[in-house]
């Protein structure tokens, strides 16, 4: 391709199908495609959803979720090597002594440590590590909301049933209920310590629909929920100094033989490994957005590498509904430096419509997000209806100028000052012109199985967070992920200091069951040289890493 | 058109970014110093994405990759122009002629307290931050954000006691530091801001009605008839009771 001429931001073409969009705008104000049937649902996701069709997932062929089906990525982190060996490191210098360790400090693991905290464990007896730098992680960028079901004309029973529809009724119905019923006391206790959820005059909060929900009940602070919700709890962890370490990311957890009783760390600049011995562990380290599942683009943090899975499923933890993944329906498909990056659902919630090149909508702006993002890829390579962008990526226009239209001048501005930002330092202006968006990899709807507490399978071993499985079964609606990480990383606090107190035991740190997990691995045919956990994905030009020695 | 090679087409459109980039493929060059050192990278790209495509795999300077953390605060100089300017390496197209360094982190101090056992008293920014007192009105901390904060206004406020504007104009914080480590009075804005916002939060808003009676109800357990009734019912019975609660759907 040659120079091409660029008006507001968008090569020329594109914008002549702005020019389309524009024309129907009038004509689709307050006119929304209608909902599609349970049918037409399963049909369309049949076809053309990624976790549906063929070719993206094989079965498990080890452990206790032998049989089950996963993405490919991630069977491929269950099925590679440790990255140490046992004799590689001396597991008899304890470097750090706790009562809880958390691995993780996104919303899932502050939570976990303040709870913990509040349940007597003193904060010198807890340690919190995490790969990055505490608060680098997916919490940090959740946009739209947090859901409770606060509002009079709605119901923690209501907001189950809605959880459970949008899940396609595969979800555990204990966890789901822990999820709802405590949506309300967690907000709360937000609000107590300070955080800033978005108000109406009367001091009433301002509450907005999401995907697949029947009620509003999203709690957000602008577009900058997670930021907002995470930043305060960081700030109360280390009023309350509690013990954190950057840059160590858990490599291994370590065992007596059953019981996890601590990990091995290992320094990313310094290289050097160490060892913690815990009573109680909790694994929070989120999702794998940055394993891209079947190619496509995320918006996950760096770290989102699925780590925890493969550090769970090696000391015997069972998972649940390994075989979905998320896809949000609208990430960004241009400019190419934003690719994949998330448009949140609150855009549609405010009124912006997915409308095809011609300028035709196609789809009800709220379907669940598998059913929505399905839509998208028909539009695009079923119907052909979408725009190629230089980069060769298809997408459809998410016509945010509507945002203004319907709920007055100023508003995308005033509640989407993120996203107006974004797109502005890449010099378009999302209240004048539609943006042009894809499905993307979202979120890691299956995980670690556990109780409503946040218990495991595995002595001593406790999870919270995205990389759980089960309080959303086969799909999540929008707001109910930060909500799941603040509710079960609050239980799990409670739960880990409550074994601490009652029944932990003082046991031996080994990498025992290493031994058995490559022999499993061997047994069930795994040839392989792959190794994980993966900690961080690699961008690095193909010519530069063509040419890369080790000399030093 | 088969379905697999519908995914196949989409994996293939995405290569560039979901694994490292490939020569062929690029069109436009641009020359940036990283910390000096010459580098030929695509034009396309941010300044982290070109980083990588040079060769560094980030271990600092690099969380979110979305605009979110602050993480990738970075200090550059164009071609041609004296000016020092900051940004965010995961949101900011590289430059030709780009000279730039990342600063992943200001060895800022964070005051530590107890909110909760604070009064809603307006010197309590001076008895956190007595530094705050120093603010010369330079507005370098302003030019400095990349947020488009009103950096300076917002400690104005604090130093008057205004605990609503320091919400406000401070919400959009990345607390990324890029203007603590440009302050001459060596004052640590966003920390300021964060003290602010939290008090605001617990003491200047009032408590929301609804959710306050509604966790009461939860903690008086006043819905467990109710979830036992619907958690026993059937599938079927659910999705019924699904599809109307749907149709009473409040959407915007
Ligand atoms: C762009 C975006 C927008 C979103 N918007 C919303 C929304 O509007 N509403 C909603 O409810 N949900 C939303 N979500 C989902 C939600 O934010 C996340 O699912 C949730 O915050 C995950 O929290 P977590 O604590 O489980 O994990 P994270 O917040 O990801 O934290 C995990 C932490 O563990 C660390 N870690 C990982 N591996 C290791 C290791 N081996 N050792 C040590 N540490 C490790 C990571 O570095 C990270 O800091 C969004 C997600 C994204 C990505
Ligand atoms: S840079 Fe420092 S001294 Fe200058 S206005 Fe900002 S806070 Fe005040
Ligand atoms: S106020 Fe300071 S820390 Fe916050 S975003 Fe602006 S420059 Fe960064
Ligand atoms: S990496 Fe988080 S703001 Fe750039």
């Given at each position: 391709m040659s120079e091409l001429t660029f008006i507001d931001g968008y090569p020329e073409y594109m914008y002549e199908s702005i020019k389309k969009v524009e024309k129907t705008r009038d004509r689709r104000i307050g006119k929304l495609v209608p909902q599609m049937s349970q049918k037409q649902r399963e049909e369309i996701l049949g076809r053309y959803h990624p976790d549906y069709t063929e070719g993206g997932k094989r079965r498990i062929k080890h452990g206790r979720n032998e049989g089950d089906l996963a993405p490919n990525e991630l069977v491929d982190l269950l099925e590679a090597l440790p990255l140490v060996k046992e004799d590689d490191v001396d597991l008899d210098k304890t470097d750090y002594e706790t009562d809880v360790l958390i691995i993780g400090g996104g919303l899932a693991g502050t939570s976990a440590a303040l709870l913990a905290v509040e349940s007597g464990i003193r904060p010198e007896r807890i340690l919190l590590v995490n790969k990055l730098r505490h608060g680098d992680s997916n919490s940090t960028m959740a946009q739209g909301g947090t859901q409770a079901a606060d509002r009079p004309n709605d119901s923690p029973v209501i907001h189950y049933i809605d959880a459970m529809g949008g899940g396609h009724f595969t979800n555990k119905p204990d966890v789901v209920r822990a999820l709802t019923e405590d949506a309300p006391v967690v907000v709360k206790w937000l609000c107590d310590l300070g955080v800033l959820f978005d108000r109406n005059d009367d001091g009433s909060f301002v509450e907005l629909s999401g995907g697949g929900t029947s009620r509003k009940r999203m709690h957000a602070c602008r577009d900058y929920t997670g930021m907002e919700e995470l930043r305060v709890l960081k700030d109360e962890f280390k009023n309350r100094r509690i013990n954190v370490l950057e840059f160590h990311p858990v490599i291994e957890l370590l065992t007596d033989g059953g019981t996890v009783t601590g990990a091995l760390l290992w320094g990313l600049e310094t290289h050097e490994y160490r060892i913690v011995k815990a009573k109680a562990t909790i694994i929070a380290t989120g999702g794998f957005g940055r394993l891209h599942i079947r190619g496509f683009p995320t918006t996950n943090h760096y770290g989102a590498t699925g780590d925890g899975i493969a550090l769970a499923y090696r000391v015997g933890a069972r998972l649940l509904d390994t075989d979905t993944v998320q896809y949000h329906p609208t990430g960004a498909a241009y400019p190419q430096q934003i690719i994949?990056?998330?448009?949140?659902?609150?855009?549609?919630?405010?009124?912006?419509?997915?409308?095809?090149?011609?300028?035709?909508?196609?789809?009800?702006?709220?379907?669940?997000?598998?059913?929505?993002?399905?839509?998208?890829?028909?539009?695009?390579?079923?119907?052909?209806?979408?725009?190629?962008?230089?980069?060769?990526?298809?997408?459809?226009?998410?016509?945010?100028?509507?945002?203004?239209?319907?709920?007055?001048?100023?508003?995308?501005?005033?509640?989407?000052?993120?996203?107006?930002?974004?797109?502005?330092?890449?010099?378009?202006?999302?209240?004048?012109?539609?943006?042009?968006?894809?499905?993307?990899?979202?979120?890691?709807?299956?995980?670690?199985?556990?109780?409503?507490?946040?218990?495991?399978?595995?002595?001593?071993?406790?999870?919270?967070?995205?990389?759980?499985?089960?309080?959303?079964?086969?799909?999540?609606?929008?707001?109910?992920?930060?909500?799941?990480?603040?509710?079960?990383?609050?239980?799990?606090?409670?739960?880990?200091?409550?074994?601490?107190?009652?029944?932990?035991?003082?046991?031996?740190?080994?990498?025992?069951?290493?031994?058995?997990?490559?022999?499993?691995?061997?047994?069930?045919?795994?040839?392989?040289?792959?190794?994980?956990?993966?900690?961080?994905?690699?961008?690095?030009?193909?010519?530069?890493?063509?040419?890369?020695?080790?000399?030093? | 058109m088969d379905r697999e090679d519908i995914m196949e087409m989409i994996k293939e459109s995405n290569r560039s970014v979901t694994t490292g980039m490939d020569e062929k493929d690029i069109e436009h060059w641009v020359t940036i110093y990283v910390m000096g050192k010459e580098y030929r990278v695509p034009a396309v790209l941010t300044v982290m994405q070109a980083m990588e495509y040079a060769g560094y795999r980030f271990i600092r300077s690099c969380g979110c990759r979305a605009g979110f953390c602050g993480a990738c605060a970075t200090v550059y100089r164009t071609k041609d122009d004296y000016r020092l300017k900051t940004a965010m390496a995961c949101q900011t197209r590289v430059e030709d002629g780009m000279y730039l360094v990342q600063i992943p982190f200001s060895p800022a101090q964070k005051a530590l307290g107890d909110i909760e056992s604070e009064e809603y008293d307006a010197n309590v920014f001076l008895k956190w931050y007595p530094e705050i007192a120093r603010c010369l009105s330079c507005n370098t901390c302003t030019k400095a954000c990349p947020q488009d904060i009103e950096v300076m206004d917002y400690i104005q406020a604090a130093l008057r006691g205004d605990f609503e504007k320091v919400a406000e104009i401070s919400f959009d914080c990345i607390q990324c530091g890029l203007c603590a480590i440009r302050c001459p009075a060596e004052i640590v804005q966003y920390h300021v801001g964060q003290l602010g916002r939290r008090m605001y939060g617990r003491y200047g808003l009032p408590r929301e009605e609804n959710v306050e009676k509604r966790s009461k109800e939860v903690t008086d357990k006043k819905f467990d008839e109710e979830y036992e009734k619907t958690m026993s019912l059937e599938t079927e019975e659910l999705q019924s009771v699904y599809v109307e609660y749907q149709k009473t759907r409040e959407v915007y």
């Open positions: 994949g990056l998330l448009l949140t659902e609150k855009l549609r919630t405010s009124g912006a419509q997915p409308v095809n090149g011609d300028g035709d909508e196609f789809v009800f702006p709220l379907e669940p997000r598998d059913v929505e993002a399905s839509a998208i890829i028909r539009e695009c390579y079923g119907n052909g209806k979408g725009i190629t962008t230089p980069s060769g990526m298809r997408g459809i226009w998410l016509d945010t100028p509507l945002i203004d239209i319907i709920n007055g001048e100023g508003t995308t501005r005033k509640s989407f000052p993120g996203m107006v930002r974004m797109f502005e330092r890449f010099g378009i202006d999302m209240v004048k012109n539609p943006v042009l968006v894809f499905p993307t990899l979202h979120y890691q709807n299956g995980g670690v199985e556990t109780d409503p507490y946040g218990n495991t399978n595995v002595n001593g071993l406790f999870v919270a967070g995205e990389v759980s499985g089960g309080v959303h079964g086969k799909n999540r609606l929008m707001g109910n992920s930060t909500l799941d990480c603040l509710v079960f990383g609050r239980r799990a606090g409670v739960a880990a200091a409550e074994y601490v107190k009652t029944s932990a035991v003082d046991g031996k740190l080994t990498l025992d069951h290493l031994r058995a997990y490559v022999e499993m691995l061997k047994s069930a045919g795994v040839e392989t040289k792959r190794r994980a956990p993966v900690l961080l994905p690699d961008y690095r030009g193909r010519a530069v890493l063509a040419r890369m020695i080790d000399v030093l | -």
